[in-house]
């Protein structure tokens, strides 16, 4: 990264940590790049993609074999039976909602392992918004167990909750909007170990946003029944012009997908239009993708600890997901920051994030980030609840060096309003 010799010395100082801290990490991000590289192009090849899957359908994309094709390619590589890959899904919580409507019935009980849910998910539960068809309104119990003080699952605490009416587990493997370490593989492995051998009735559904291709193995290849994420994340390669998935047991992917469409409809109607070559092409991208974010990710941690500021996770912990939390003390910081962001965007530079209220959110939100496909943080952004003690979190980048400037451009915009310390 090029110095300018005008940027304060604190921020000249803090870039040439960064860079060093993020060199010390390189081999290892490049390892799993590898090995992710290479899965995604075996699971290409061994569906024989060909020019013909990439053409989109119409109406009700009747016989679509490049839908077919897709969900085939994606559960390979996300260690699955079966996944269901569409343009219907309009985020990621509307993926995650229709596999939890579609697997559990009145009187299942539901218990999250990984604390409070993603904000989102709040009103999909029942936890706000009644009388809107949430979870709860249809009969379905819920109670959250909180990570212990190191962030790990509470077994003894999860083995007294779990009752005969226990249907499912969910697992938010990102922080969210948490102070807390998102979950690695090998914790979801311990979790599927557990319940597998103790209550082979329950099942585990994982909220996979933000963590795939972060790792060599997926939740599917460790036993995990069901999971689901947004096509504008990881998966997308940047590329996805919207969309999501669900991933898992063949029998509970179907469900979902009656619950997408239809009873009797299921997964065989859905026109794929113009999206489907991009959603093919920005797959076979996503492991390049998510290794610059994870890159861009390593340098945010390292440049804004060596401005003083507290980094969750530390640069050089292993990461699990994609999402660098930078926490700013006060609102008028955390505003600044994302104003400064912004101002590294190709889209919408010159436009002023402002906090305002967001349907799905408690809080106000601050978002940053001018992309090319509205609220893709595969190609990078930065956001946040305006809430105590107004934590900023970063997530994807399309390249590493854009999210360098876009986090050299935060810090100079706090410097330059007497915020910087």
Same mark, same amino acid.
């Given at each position: ?15 040439? /940590? ?5 060199? !010390? ?10 090995? *992710? ?26 016989? /679509? ?42 009187? /299942? ?63 938010? !493997? ?6 807390? *370490? ?51 994340? *990881? ?85 699990? /997901? ?84 876009? *986090? ?14």
């Amino acid at each position: 990264m090029y110095l300018n010799p005008n940027w304060p010395e604190v921020i000249r100082k803090a870039v040439s /940590d960064a860079e060093e801290t993020l060199t !010390r990490q390189l081999p290892a991000i490049q390892d799993i790049a590898t090995h *992710n590289h290479e899965k995604v192009l075996q699971a290409f090849q061994a569906e024989q993609v060909s020019t013909y899957h990439l053409q989109g359908t119409t109406g009700y994309g009747l016989g /679509d074999s490049g839908r077919e094709v897709l969900d085939r390619v994606v559960a390979r590589i996300l260690g699955s039976e079966a996944a269901l890959v569409r343009g219907q899904f309009v985020s990621g919580t509307h993926a995650i909602a229709s596999a939890l409507f579609g697997v559990l019935r009145p009187g /299942d009980h539901v218990i999250s392992v990984t604390g409070a849910p993603y904000d989102t998910l709040e009103e999909v539960i029942g936890l706000r918004g009644k009388g809107q068809g949430s979870l709860l309104d249809f009969g379905v119990s819920y109670e959250a167990i909180p990570l212990d003080s190191q962030g790990k699952i509470q077994y003894v605490l999860l083995g007294k909750c779990i009752t005969d009416k226990t249907r499912m587990l969910m697992v938010q !493997r990102s922080c969210g909007y948490a102070w807390r *370490n998102s979950l690695m593989i090998s914790q979801l492995e311990e979790l599927v170990s557990f319940i597998k051998s103790s209550y082979p009735h329950v099942l585990i559904f994982v909220d996979n946003c933000y963590g795939e291709l972060v790792e060599k193995l997926e939740p599917g290849d460790i036993g995990v029944d069901l999971m689901a994420g947004s096509l504008i994340k *990881n998966l997308g390669g940047s590329l996805a012009p919207t969309g999501g998935y669900v991933a898992g047991r063949s029998d509970l992917v179907k469900l979902t997908a009656q619950r997408l469409t239809a009873p009797g409809i299921g997964e065989h109607m859905g026109a794929t239009l113009e999206w489907q070559r991009l959603f093919y092409q920005g797959l076979f991208f996503s492991p390049l993708t998510v290794s610059e974010s994870i890159k861009g990710a390593v340098f945010s941690a390292a440049f804004w600890r060596a401005l003083g500021f507290e980094v969750h996770p530390e640069p050089e912990a292993p990461r699990a /997901d994609l999402i660098q939390a930078v926490k700013l003390g006060s609102r008028a910081k955390m505003i600044s920051f994302c104003q400064g962001l912004q101002k590294g965007s190709p889209v919408d530079s010159h436009v002023l994030p402002i906090p305002s209220g967001m349907p799905g959110y408690e809080d106000e939100v601050i978002m940053a980030g001018g992309t090319f496909i509205q609220g893709a943080t595969s190609e990078f952004s930065a956001d946040g609840p305006l809430r105590e003690p107004y934590i900023v979190y970063q997530q994807g980048g399309i390249s590493s060096t854009y999210v360098q400037m876009g *986090n050299i451009l935060a810090a100079l915009n706090l410097w330059q309003q007497g915020l910087l310390d």
